[in-house]
């Protein structure tokens, strides 16, 4: 007895130490029986309101349209209407809708014309409402005896997929014009096995296109007859590419002694966590199971051959490294402006007025804004009792990674603006802090699948010199991140919230090289970063749902350029041109996240993510001061990766202040929507007035937008 015991316990350890797969799990069944005595093909609308089920008694051809209470619950269903459509087809074997809900086809071995093979398709005057079909106004499309019994189409209806049993074959067409079986071209196929006893009874994709299905009945009272069959597709709905799983499904009957399945389809909406398919067999059933995860009839979706998923992960990974160089590159524009400008007595520039559409924003920027960083007129730019010097630098960044063999193309906006302040500890030392709101929006494959990270980093730094014109410029900071992550598969989407912190440095040593008036800077930089990412589980569909784990990613990218800069003396002012060339050579080491199926815990490992890369990086702007209280500063930068990718960046500031009593402010509005904004603000005996208009930089929309305000104090 104790070996017994013994045995048993190590074989459920063995069991739950490497999952074994658990398949379909019965749920409930309907009996269709009163509408048809051979049920052939089962479909849903996309709601799962409606349950549809075809098939034929003797010659009569039938399709059945039931309402369900509870969605995708077959054991709520009522009938609404069981209508003959044999003045056409005799014994109808399948159904499907196109996109949208307008069209219905039902495949026939037998039509009323001449007995032959054939898909019919009816308009709809209500979507996926079979009960204003009319019989009559149908369009027929003929196989040459092929006895189809299975139909399908791909996600834009431009390609239609046929199971033919006399030829042993899945056949995919072309269709010339979406949705239209008459458009189709000749057809390419691949070899079915048939065996005896055995009849192909159902064919279906997974919403993406990567799994494919083939349901196989018994027709001799052998339940060992009824498998389900699955394929993995490398290139989706693109039958030449399936590869058949060596393992298969054999259903079992529950409640009923034998079977003989047909038809296949899933609750895609839902997370296509379940499982349909009938019975034809005495019991004339429609049934219904519960699925481990997505499609898992046999093994569960890969999330690693999902380009979209990858995407989304590299995305995660790429995004933290790209936060290192974007809060320091404002914090280096600021030291490098500081040399530029080193014989100014003002060294206030870029006063932008911050407005932020997130009322916490909003709330941290008036606490943590100097009154030199606002439109009080009151105040000077600089504090004589402090002779700190406040900085601001507004950031829109657009930009784009190709698709690769295994990742989705991914499109990144980011904004950011970033306040500072810094003053001289000697006549050529100076320190500082700075402070930067950022948001990225990156937007991965076609589906929708995307990610929204906001960041807050502090970074505190340090110009000085390392010999007459050597100079050497550090920083150190540290960022909190907050992600909202949306993983879209077309027919159902999951979310998830991550956050994250991260540490890092720069040090960046450059050289100024003087004739007459233009400036050679050749310079050497290094950053190193450190972010970890925390542990989150995807919410919005059972069986889909992913958990992914801790993930640490690190950062270590040499930077080798050169800067040039001219001094330009104009009316009343001065105009520094200046362009920059740079290499970048990543040397990060690869990260890597492991995930698992919420549902079962099938573990699945993304390696190498973001590994060493090179990049270049071009900018020219210009630096324009004038006496009369005009100052601008705007660069743009390009970097272009060696592979693939690039990304645009734009920085740009400006103030004028023509009176003591009277600021212009040009600045950006809002961490989003990035709206360009001009103020006026002038004092009148005791009244601030100002005069303020807006336009949306990126919206297709033109918006603009004008107010007055006028305020006093009591």
């Known amino acids: 007895m104790k070996n017994i015991r013994f045995i048993f316990t190590v074989f459920i350890g063995l069991l739950i130490h490497f999952k074994v797969y658990a398949g379909p799990v019965f749920v409930s069944d309907r009996g269709v029986s009163t509408e048809m005595n051979t049920p052939t093909g089962i479909l849903f609308n996309p709601s799962g309101s409606k349950m549809y089920v075809t098939g034929f008694s003797g010659d009569n051809g039938r ?36 996109s949208d809900g307008t069209k219905v086809f039902v495949i026939s071995t037998k039509s009323q014309d001449g007995d032959i093979d054939s898909i019919a398709a009816w308009s709809l005057a209500i979507p996926y409402d079979i009960t204003s079909l009319n019989v009559s106004d149908d369009t027929e499309t003929p196989f040459d005896n092929t006895d189809p019994r299975a139909v399908d189409f791909n996600t834009d209806g431009t390609k239609m997929f046929i199971v033919e049993t006399n030829l042993n074959r ?23 096995t048939n065996v005896t006893n055995q009849r192909f009874q159902g064919f279906g994709f997974s919403s993406d296109g990567y799994k494919m299905f083939l349901v196989k009945a018994d027709h001799t009272a052998n339940n060992a007859n009824n498998v389900i069959e699955e394929y993995n597709l490398s290139v989706p709905f693109n039958i030449k590419t399936a590869v058949i799983n ?61 380009s979209d998923d990858v995407g989304s992960v590299e995305a995660q990974s790429s995004s933290t490294k790209k936060l290192i160089q974007h809060t320091s590159y404002p914090v280096l524009n600021r030291m490098e402006w500081l040399r530029r400008n080193k014989d100014n007595v003002n060294l206030t520039n870029q006063n932008l007025k911050l407005q932020f559409s997130n009322e916490i924003l909003a709330s941290l920027s008036n606490l943590l804004m100097p009154s030199s960083l606002t439109n009080d007129n009151t105040s000077s730019n600089q504090s004589i009792s402090t002779n700190w010097s406040y900085w601001s630098e507004g950031t829109i960044s657009i930009g784009k990674v190709g698709d690769s063999l295994s990742s989705s193309a991914k499109s990144i906006n980011t904004s950011a603006i970033t306040i500072g302040a810094d003053k001289k500890v000697d006549q050529d030392r100076i320190h500082g802090f700075a402070l930067r709101f950022g948001n990225d929006d990156v937007k991965v494959g076609k589906l929708g699948s995307a990610l929204d990270m906001n960041s807050l980093s502090l970074t505190i730094y340090e110009t000085r010199p390392t010999s007459d ?9 540290v960022s909190a991140i907050k992600t909202d992550l949306i993983n879209n598969s077309g027919t159902v989407s999951t979310n998830g919230k991550r956050n994250g912190q991260q540490v890092f440095s720069s040090i960046k040593f450059r050289e100024t090289f003087t004739k007459e008036k233009i400036n050679f800077t050749p310079n050497i930089k290094l950053d190193l970063g450190l972010t970890t990412l925390s542990d989150y589980k995807e919410k919005g569909a059972e069986g889909l749902n992913l958990r992914f784990g801790r993930q640490n990613i690190g950062t270590i990218v040499s930077s080798l350029g050169s800067t040039i ?43 190498n993510i973001n590994s060493s890369t ?14 009369n209280g005009l100052s601008i500063t ?18 740009f500031a400006g103030k004028l202040s023509t009176r003591k009593d009277e600021t212009y402010t040009l600045s950006l509005d809002g961490i989003q929507n990035f709206n360009t904004k001009l103020d006026y603000n002038r004092s009148i005996n005791g009244f601030d007035i100002t005069f303020s208009s807006n336009y949306n930089l990126t919206s297709l929309i033109p918006d603009y937008g004008a107010n007055i305000e006028v305020s006093t104090n009591f």
């Open 63 to 98: 399709i059945a349209q039931y309402s369900l209470s509870t969605p995708f619950s077959i054991s709520s269903a009522s009938l609404d209407e069981n209508k003959s459509i044999a003045s056409v087809l005799k014994r109808p074997q399948d159904i499907k809708f196109n």
């Open 170 to 192: 899945i056949a995919e067409y072309k269709l010339s014009t979406p949705y239209d079986p008459n458009s189709k071209d000749n057809g390419v196929g691949i070899s079915i």
């Open 246 to 306: 060596s393992e298969v499904y054999n259903s079992i009957p529950d409640q009923e002694i034998e079977e003989s399945i047909g038809g296949i389809t899933f609750n895609f909406n839902q997370g296509a966590n379940k499982l349909y398919y009938v019975d034809f067999r005495d019991g004339d059933l429609a049934r219904e199971f519960d699925l481990p995860c997505a499609y898992g009839i046999i093994s569960c979706m890969n999330p690693t051959s999902n």
């Open 469 to 477: 014109n050597m100079f050497m410029d550090i920083l150190l900071g």
């Open 565 to 607: 800069d001219n001094t330009i003396n104009i009316n009343n002012g001065i105009l520094k041109p200046k362009i920059q060339l740079q290499y970048n050579a990543d040397l990060s080491p690869s990260s890597r996240q492991v995930f698992e199926y919420a549902s079962n815990g099938t573990t699945y490992v993304i390696d």
């Open 614 to 627: 090179h990049s270049f990086n071009g900018s020219f702007g210009f630096d324009l001061i004038t006496d």
């Open 634 to 651: 705007s660069n743009y930068e390009r970097s272009q990766n060696k592979d693939a990718g690039h990304t645009d960046a734009f920085y």
